[in-house]
């Protein structure tokens, strides 16, 4: 029994040398080049499996643009352009109601606020980059890329291919978004709003959520948010939903407070 | 609206998806961010993502529905509890969609 324990140690200790030295030699036959394009394909892989809710997400919008009477080129400039759906859903209504272009603009303004605390939490990642890099980049930030580059990189510690990891989860997020909407804007007529395509980007978010809520403190935040967007589902500009992503925080933290402070005597962890 | 007016909503819209997004990486490393608060907007995407899709289950016709006739609501615990046992999106996006249909027509 010792015998063979110690000789597991041994080649077990063997074989960490082993594969440090192979993994030394790997990365010295990987080319930065090489590295670069790994990492962005695995970006592009992490995210894979919500792109289809995310192409479904953009057909609807792609229909919506034209069921509210804009051209081909319209459309397709809106979503070219402006590439942010809930803002362009909330405006579409608007649109057709001729309401001042700066009341479309404050609206758009207030429903993309969740991304100014996203952008908090991605741009120090990123600091080195050139200006019209972080601008390019920072533009192309979405809901659900968000989600997985923090799963990938919690800590802003630097890490080689952190930048192509993320494009390659962004540039995925961006071409599934673009199919399904320019897509939608040619099918536009042809599909029924009453068989709900929507409901498939909804499912896919459901996936993308679920995991995350196994840990209690973002449960107890979700929970809250989920309320306070439930009943502030009747405000104006969606800024309900604002409310809801601060105060979700809050009981987050609170809760991971809490717990913190009775680890000491229930030791749970979760 | 005119063509005109239409493209510049389509200008001001970008430019207001530009200002939300970017900014922060442009002068962000001007301001600092105090410690307490970048520990809570940890929390930030999970619950943007819940106040995304919630009503989105719960609210049919105009109102908050839990019912056995709210095909959003049936069609989310059905996928959820699919994808919390196969941890298949595709199949969950599939499955998901034909509950939503057949509740739909249905009911």
Known sequence: MQDSSQTDQTSSADRIANLSQAQINEKEMET???????????????????????TAWGLVTGIA?????????????????????SAQLAA??????SAPVWVIFLTGLMINLRFVIF????????????????????????????VYFMSRFPTEQAEPGKFEYMKGLFAA??????????????LGNLIPQSWGVGFAGTLAILCVLLPMILKRATLAGVIAASAIALATYHWPYKLGM??????GMLCSMAWEEWQERHSGTSGEQS | MSNLDIWAVIAVLTLGTFLTRATFWLVGHHITIPKRVHEALRYAPAC?????IVPDLLIHHDHIEVSLTNPQLMSG???????????????????GMAVFTVVRIAS
Not at chain 1, 32 to 54: D, Y
Not at chain 1, 68 to 78: D, E, K, N, R, Y
Not at chain 1, 123 to 146: C, E, I, N, R
Not at chain 1, 173 to 186: E, K, P, R, T, Y
């Open chain 1, 65 to 85: 643009m034209i069921k509210s009477g804009f051209t081909l080129v319209q459309a397709l400039g809106m979503t070219f352009f402006v590439f942010a759906g």
């Open chain 1, 119 to 146: 952008s908090v939490i991605i741009a120090p990642h990123f600091t080195y980059l050139k200006f019209w890099q972080k601008a390019f980049w920072g533009y192309m930030t979405g809901d659900v890329s968000m």
């Open chain 1, 242 to 247: 604002l409310a809801a992503v601060i105060v």
């Open chain 1, 92 to 97: 579409l209504p608007l649109i057709v109601l």
């Open chain 1, 32 to 54: 930065p080049r090489e590295m670069q394009k790994r990492c962005f394909r695995e970006g592009v892989r992490a995210c894979s499996p919500s792109l289809i809710g995310i």
């Open chain 2, 48 to 52: 943007a993502l819940a106040a995304i």
């Open chain 1, 173 to 186: 997020n961006w071409v599934a978004w673009q199919l399904g909407s320019v897509a939608g804007i040619f």
């Open chain 2, 77 to 95: 615990i059905i996928a959820g509890a699919f994808f919390l046992y196969q941890r298949s999106m595709l199949g969950t996006i599939l499955l």
